[in-house]
């Protein structure tokens, strides 16, 4: 039996598109998806660029225009690595073409234009996806098994941070990243947006919070030269939260943490155990059982076989990679478009995680807690 | 040339009063205080219980009225150990009767308790003094030395957490401490404190916070059987927090977090570096100091000659204990006595963490932002 | 320009073809290496197993006869990852045919194996390297770094364990690397072979060695059912070891250490200054360097652009895993390949590492130290 | 009731002397000793420095001439805390004179001296004691729990490293300490001999050895000036050992390990769990159990109630120092003096100890294994 193919269109070719690439090639060397992707087409804006890219990221074809490139009849799926201001219009045309479609993170700039792509894609009838690939971690896919299993009891606490350094400089330049206008907000919607959605995934929905922004620095040089620009996105961003179940937490993202340069952790505290994880020593999981006076964190290698996604991979012991969770967010995208099912994280996540990103944002303004 | 020697009251002799015992004891053998304490009388409520304790505690006497004690003539020192509910009067007898005064944390039970106690002891012009031991761990104290010294720039984060798993058990007893009326409030006033004596000691004043007050189990069994009675206190407490200085943070104090034994963790990050401290690993500290990319959180192990305290007890990577913080806390007490002058932390700063924990728990009702 | 190509042929798909094959197709999409590698050919004795594994594996071609496929024309490059006792003929083979050739470790199964196959390669004046895949994960290049550049001074102390824990149940079967016919030895050349290597890599040449071997286990049952089977390998093998710079030394290797999963570690002081890495945290680099009393270990994360290798791969804090150090072994061999260099470790490192084997060997036998 | 008590002579002040002096001074305010020290004398050569530290060590009176001391008749107890060279005469003065005795470590200098005081002691029929402090730990006793329990299996390594850095600078002064005929051996004597006591007390006897020691530095400067001196014992001593029930393992002592103050760590693999202690974190013991994919090594904070020793102190999470382990071994050995035997270590584990020590002497020179 011949393996279905899912022609691929790959829109952003930097950062986030050499990710996504690496995984499309990397998929179906090591697992069996239902369907067999094939790298077809890459497109950016700059020609010369997208053209160098296109032989490295394993693409055949290389475009600039994405509106043509989603339109295409051999297109079956569509997969956004550009930044969010441009998620908006290539979704929109993607939907419009039928195409199923991989969102990288955030979905949007804010929640307008969220609502609108989670619309478009409940209208057109295909499948999406939003890429928050921190959740398919192997050890945060075990976190999210050890809390569904009960053995931690009922869940009282999240605490997440996600900290990094790189803007600590104030003569650091004023970059994309931290231009309202192309970015939507600053450490909110680039790091504490996964806190947030690792939040959402392991303990559930949050209903209200309270926020607090702080920008450092208000003005850097600008990239190109010529003078300092003004930075009007938040360099911090910090939140208490209440959860839907009961359970209370709190979140952060800060760009201005020395030595902390990926550090994407959380701890969560249930009635009978609390699970620790941090993204710079992924394929660890601290668990806690409470046990009697000889209990203890321990930390689990989570790459034994029956863990999730390992046994694709190598022997106990033998560590994965960032780039990994990306392969396995593909992996199940693919298994949702042959089946007609939208994975989590979809846009309907999208859309929440960014109405709590307003919410904190509010709640920043008015200095009261806001309901989601 | 023969020391002076300072007569001591001790008040209360139960947990609190053995680690303050233990230190009046141990502090002249180690190192050479301004005055030698002489260790005359033990005071509790049970005359049994009190009777018993004052050998091994090594008092020379012991009382049941604690009014007497204070006034006694031979006495130059008063020493309050007991809970929180009765600092006031024993406070404002000693500060009557002329008396140097340590008082363990928290000052009082609330805001105008604790006014009242720092308006006697500067009226009666006495020395006062407040136990928060953990300053003088010597790795806190080394983290003050650094902050300092500018090394680590500017201050931008403190994120303090005091975790307990004590009460996590839904039949655990409803304790004392689990009563607004002997307590005060539950893991705010008891853990929580710490955290904010330790912001305000390591990054300075704070100026407005956002306060979050939870409590997971509302009935306990009473701890004298009979029936279950009200918890009224919270279970864990956090808050968001402005410091004068520009910096910004989080602090959080609970008992609902297993594993977590006595885990008083704060991380502070300035623009050339960072620091993290936790008491279950307390003769160390975490230094960050930005140096190019070899750089990395080092683990400085907080037992050379040269780190505050140290060369009066043992060899390098021969660690401290707990019950050193309050030696520490006592030697400088006695320093203060002798020189006629408060040490740090003293009574103001009592009155000044007391306001924050009302704002905390103002914000909480009022669901804003409070200014302390 | 167009790069030149280099077609190669792998002999062996298992775990290690596995492996390399990975690495023989991502090294072009992250580096820029001095030849672009054609997969041509795959070959294994299981016709079957070998045809099924060839596209996952993205080769071209499969073939069962490993004498044919080194013998053609079109191949530039054999890849040899099959199991230790077949080494000798493919190689002999492949270098009498002219063909540059990359092995696996251990080199072979003996030491005159091993020197026939330096011979060979010589007299064939071929390019060769051993795979010590660990000797390119960037913190061990990055500890390399450091003691090339004297900042640790003079080396004193190397520490080495390669703990494992797969076999510790007494009914684990009888596999093939139990069995000295087919694996040389056990956890000797197994794994503590790896240690050795980096020992020397990073230090120096070892001159002498006091061993000591041992089978917990000594009857298992067999893989295929049907009795028990003795085990004539090492479960674990140690060593004292002198280096010819003035340094001293342990190596051991064990598969009877439950929880250690992957646990290639090893520790090196020298006069100013230690090292620690440890293969399960691999993006991470422990320095001590000494400098008043403030010193202490500091963790590394080596993820940063500057780091060996890394600015190939992601930006800092996002980690690399296992397949990555095969990764940058191929890439290293193609740059000899093209330049006509063979890079280190290369044969006649094969050589010295299995006279090591045969040194602790001999000491074992006779207990006594032996002259390598 | 009154408890009995005993008269207790110190001899020696120093850094032993005072560690053990606080042991005396505190065990009565912790726990309930079978009967009441009483600290009668301290003695020493040095009559100013006797005098001076008296008092601060809580000793009723001073002394110069040991041999006075051990042969007063109000004296029940002789702690001995000189250096090694005057073990042998304190002791058999003391033996003679029918005085319970405890000593710190190492018994003696050689072979002969430890097996001379022995025989003094049983002749006497007084009780004895080895002050090997360490094993009174809590972690430590709460391995051995573990290990007796047989919940780790049957024992296959011990790998026990003692590691410090206070001599790698060459210009560090030729102390006593390096001096033969003052401490008998280096680094073996003074941390490796830990490390044996502690692999005896945990695993069992060592049979044969097979032994490595190490001068880097063979000239210092003297402490007094006036030239250099050569150092006659080892600055590193490494071992592989057999146990008599087949465990195999590895000690080294180093004083040349940069960021190593007091590394006395160890590991050891059952054949269904794994222990690591490491003195620096005295408070917590590492325990790995095999129970399915989702183990891992748990970090017991070894400070609950139940812990061995622990009730007498601090709540859970309120750490312990270095000192509670003489205080520890100070309980043990009245309750001996009390009960009329002797605790374990006592000096026949001296004998035993100082012969491994001299095996692995005897092995380094003679280049072999060596039986104990």
Not at 33 to 59: D, Q, S, Y
Not at 146 to 172: A, K, M, N
Not at 216 to 229: C, H, K, M, Q
Request: glycine content about 10%; charged content about 25%; aromatic content about 8%.
């Amino acid at each position: 039996m011949t393996r279905r193919e899912l022609n691929v269109a790959l829109i952003g070719y930097q950062f986030m598109g050499r990710a996504h690439a690496n995984a499309w090639r990397q998929v179906g060397a090591f697992f069996e998806p239902a369907a067999t992707p094939v790298l077809k087409v890459v497109c950016g804006r700059n020609a010369e660029g997208v053209a160098a890219a296109a032989p490295r990221l394993g693409f055949a074809e290389h475009a600039v225009d994405f509106e043509e490139v989603v339109a295409r009849p051999d297109i079956d799926v569509v997969d956004v690595c550009t930044p969010g201001d441009s998620h908006l219009e290539v979704v929109l045309a993607a939907a419009r073409a039928g195409k199923a479609i991989l969102c990288e993170k955030p979905l949007a700039n804010n929640v307008p234009q969220a609502e609108a792509m989670l619309a478009a894609v409940r209208e057109a009838g295909v499948v999406h996806m939003l890429c928050h690939n921190y959740r398919r971690a192997p050890a945060v896919q075990l976190a999210k098994r050890w809390i569904e299993s009960g053995r931690l009891g009922r869940i009282h606490h999240f605490r997440g941070t996600y900290l990094q350094d790189w803007i600590v400089d104030p003569e650091f330049p004023r970059v994309w990243r931290l231009e309202k206008s192309r970015a939507g907000s600053g450490a909110l919607g680039d790091i504490a947006s996964h806190s947030l959605d690792l939040a959402r995934f392991l303990v559930g929905e949050i209903t209200e919070v309270s926020g607090l922004l702080e920008t450092f620095v208000a003005e850097r040089p600008l990239p190109e030269g010529g003078g300092r620009g003004a930075v009007d996105v938040d360099d911090a961003a910090l939140a208490l939260v209440r959860f839907e179940n009961g359970a209370i937490g709190s979140v952060e993202g800060s760009r201005f943490a020395p030595g902390r340069k990926n550090h994407n952790r959380f701890e969560i505290n249930g009635s009978r155990g609390s699970l620790v994880f941090d993204l710079e020593r992924m394929n660890e999981l601290q668990i806690y059982e409470e046990d009697g006076p000889d209990s203890g964190f321990r930390t689990v290698l989570v790459t034994e076989e029956s863990h999730p996604y390992v046994a694709a991979w190598w022997p106990p012991g033998h560590i994965l990679g960032y780039e990994h969770t990306f392969t396995h967010t593909i992996l199940d995208f693919i298994e949702g478009v042959v089946a007609g099912t939208s994975p989590a994280p979809d846009f309907e996540d999208g859309v929440r995680n960014q109405r709590l990103l307003a919410a904190i944002e509010r709640s920043h303004e008015t200095r009261r807690w806001q309901s989601v």
